[in-house]
């Protein structure tokens, strides 16, 4: 199994990233991913989450109205769209097959002016 995340990097308050998981290794279609962050001297905390259609998706209350997680079956990817980030947001962003222990290396975003 591997993940890789992308995306990651500065940006000004306000403005927008979209982080992306390119999944291999097991059968992307049928699993659902979910998108952890950890912040310096943080715990990782759940950030968003999709199941394997799509039709099911779950936010953090910190970044609801502002992230939109989604997936691209035919890709293997899943996505995380970022709007009005703010300095909280900053974080290594992480995605996960939801029920396997594999996580990514991580994409690191910074918010800062």
């Known amino acids: 199994v591997q993940l890789v995340e992308s995306g990651g990097g500065l940006v000004q308050p306000g403005g927008s990233l979209r982080l992306s998981c390119a999944a291999s290794g097991f059968t992307f279609s049928t699993y659902s991913m979910r998108w952890y962050r950890q912040a310096p001297g943080k715990e990782r905390e759940l950030v968003a989450a999709i199941s394997s259609a799509g039709s099911t998706i779950n936010y953090a209350d910190s970044v609801k109205g502002r992230f939109t997680i989604s997936r691209d079956n035919a890709r293997n990817t899943v996505y995380l769209q970022m709007n009005s980030l703010n300095p909280e947001d900053t974080a290594v962003y992480y995605c996960?097959?939801?029920?396997?222990?594999?996580w990514g290396q991580g994409t690191q975003v910074t918010v800062s002016s």
């Open positions: 996960k097959v939801a029920v396997l222990p594999y």
